[in-house]
């Protein structure tokens, strides 16, 4: 644990992660562990006192003299039992998660009451339950999965239970972002602004674990990388494979994997493939694990017909050459290195789509058996999703530009948008 510094995302308490406290403090007792100070040395608020909207009040704007998440506890917070329970629920319910979980169901719950619950943690997972409990939820899933896939890949006890901590704390910096650009709202609706909120998380959750708490380097490490990916397409850092940890590329294929299964309908199957569509953006290590869980879920869903499929496949290749031609003509033209940086980029993930398109071979597969046409749906619609996200990723990249050159890079994102 590394003490805070002023300017430290600490320093002073962060409105949203206090508004879901103080929203949890309806329903949990939420009490000061300590005194409150600022820096001045003006006590804001006593040991044992319960959170209240009052406390919000005194802190605006205040710098303080600890971190507010280290002077506060909820005394009725989650806990092994609260862990077990949710997690018995996905494993004896009817989800999506749930065949690849049962296999291992007895290790996860004699492994779960020995993770290390934080006291900073603790609050602002019990935070979470109460007022953001998609967010929970999606934390529980990610433990699960998690240490599944250490067990299925033979890893030694302390292994399983680092990777079951690494799954119910990647998100924690998601406290610290507007609640409607976490987990749950982190899909193609985002506008670019709203998505630059997003993608800081995972900084933010490092820090939070390295200044905040006990927990090991490695594991605030891998928080960090949980949406890099290896071909360097990921963020906040845009790392590639050798500067990646191997508990931060098992953390990206969990967070990947339980992305590609929000929403109605949602399968293993599905995120098998969006694991595997684009080559070198995941560990094939820990794809593994979920490609061999998925098998045969594919011959139950129910298809497209394979003639609107293929009018959709060429809609699909017709976007993947408009954005790429744009891509070429631009790069003549720019005039920043900033335009230079976000169009090489554009084309490099232009190309490693083209690279799944051409690897899975779409046109010279047998559309006519239902498997294959099942298959070819779900590859067909993580491609439109990846296209679609080019845009952002090359905005994002940009940052702010000239005018001239913002016109240049609306172009790209005007050709992206055709599918």
């Known amino acids: 644990m590394t003490a805070p510094t002023a300017s430290s995302p600490f320093a002073s308490a962060n409105p949203h992660a206090l508004a879901t ?28 006192q319960p959170v209240s909207a009052e406390l919000q009040r005194k802190l605006l704007d205040r710098k303080l003299r600890n971190p507010l998440e280290t002077c506060l506890m909820a005394e009725d917070g989650i806990n092994s039992q609260t862990l077990l329970q949710a997690t018995w629920q996905l494993v004896d319910g009817n989800t999506a998660l749930a065949p690849l979980l049962r296999p291992h169901a007895q290790r996860l719950m004699q492994d779960i009451p020995h993770l290390p619950l934080h006291s900073v943690a603790q609050l602002l997972l019990t935070a979470a339950q109460a007022s953001r409990p998609e967010s929970f ?21 302390s292994e399983v239970r680092l990777a079951m901590l690494g799954g119910l704390l990647h998100d924690l910096g998601e406290m610290y972002i ?28 490092r820090l939070l674990l390295t200044q905040l708490t006990n927990y090991p380097a490695s594991l ?12 360097g397409s990921g963020y906040p850092h845009a790392l590639q494979r050798n500067d990646l940890s191997s508990l931060g590329r098992m953390l990206a294929v969990t967070e990947a994997t339980l992305g590609a299964m929000r929403g109605p309908g949602a399968t293993l ?17 820990w794809v593994g694990g979920i490609a061999k869980a998925a ?18 496949l060429a809609r699909l290749d017709a976007g993947l050459l ?39 071979g779409l046109w010279s597969t047998d559309t006519s058996a239902g498997h294959d046409v099942a298959e070819l749906e779900a590859v067909e619609n993580e491609l439109s999703f990846r296209l679609r996200s080019v845009e952002r990723a090359a905005l994002l990249r940009a940052g702010e530009l000239p005018d001239d050159d913002a016109r ?12």
């Open 21 to 48: 406290i103080l929203e949890a403090s309806q329903t949990k007792s939420i009490i000061a562990s300590s005194d409150i100070f600022d820096l001045a040395g003006l006590k804001l608020w006593a040991r044992d």
């Open 137 to 157: 939820d999606h934390a529980v899933q990610a433990m699960a999965l998690a240490g599944a896939l250490m067990i299925e890949a033979r890893g030694s006890v």
């Open 178 to 205: 507007d609640p409607r650009y976490g987990a749950a709202g982190a899909d193609l609706s985002l506008d670019f602004s709203s998505y630059q909120q997003l993608v800081v998380h995972p900084h933010v959750g």
């Open 220 to 231: 605030a490490r891998a928080v960090a990388e949980h949406h890099e990916r290896l071909d």
């Open 269 to 285: 199957a599905r995120a098998s493939v969006a694991l595997r569509v684009v080559p070198g953006e995941f560990d094939l290590h």
């Open 295 to 312: 098998r045969g879920e594919l011959q139950n869903v129910c298809a497209q017909q394979p003639e609107t499929l293929k009018l959709r």
């Open 322 to 360: 408009a954005a790429q031609t744009c891509v070429d003509a631009l790069a003549g033209s720019a005039e920043s290195a900033a335009l230079k940086d976000s169009l090489a980029l554009a084309d490099h993930l232009l190309r490693r789509l083209r690279t799944g398109w051409t690897a899975i």
């Open 408 to 419: 240049r890079l609306s172009l790209l994102c005007d050709s992206l948008r055709l599918t």
